[in-house]
């Protein structure tokens, strides 16, 4: 089964996808996660992306396409992905459409976590104090929070469209939105094997 983990920064899409990796026998692609690897690990794509990774705009979508793309063929034989943080625009949805289909497979779910601007703030000034991360610091998470509302929301229509969206209230604490985003999973598995 593959899963869209949906949501603006700091919904806790990272924190729910490795706990369904760790359920679900699933791997998770967090194109975030890969990039600052990239930049750890000084690469050329890692200077590339720096700036506006730092200044909270996207990167290239040829860039994460890419990234995922080498992602699917290293693991061919798997019971599914979760997309933690990709696709952010609808080039990149329709991208990952044709991804799967070319491999035989397709998106099964996309779970939105639905948090409050007020919340996520709040969240982000403690992981910018927990976790030191550049990009969390609130004036450069505005950054990220407007560019979700222009180029990553507009796919909620286009989930919507194919009947895969679900919401779950991602402002419950940790264990409660996994029970949540477990029992639609549990639903849509069910639905699936009819
Ligand atoms: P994240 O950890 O998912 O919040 O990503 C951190 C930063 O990496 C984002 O603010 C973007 O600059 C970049 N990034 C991550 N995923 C993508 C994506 N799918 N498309 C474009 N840029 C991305």
Partial sequence: MNIVLFGPPAAGKGTQARKLVADHNLIQLSTGDMLRSARKAGTELGRKVACIMDTGGLVSDEIVIALIEEQLDANRDIAGFIFDGFPRTVAQARAL??????????????????????????????????????????????????????????????????????????????????????????VQNALRRR
């Fill in 97 to 186: 459409d044709r991804a799967l289909e070319s491999r035989c497979t397709a998106v099964h779910s996309v779970i939105r976590l639905r948090v409050d601007g007020t919340v996520l703030l709040d969240r982000v000034s403690r992981r910018f104090e927990d976790e030191n991360r550049e990009d969390d610091n609130p004036e450069i998470f505005k950054e990220r929070l407007a560019t979700y509302n222009e180029q990553t929301a507009p796919l909620l229509p286009y989930y919507s469209a194919q009947g895969k969206l679900t919401e779950v209230n991602g402002m419950a604490d940790v264990e409660t939105v996994s029970l949540s985003i477990a029992k639609v999973l549990s």
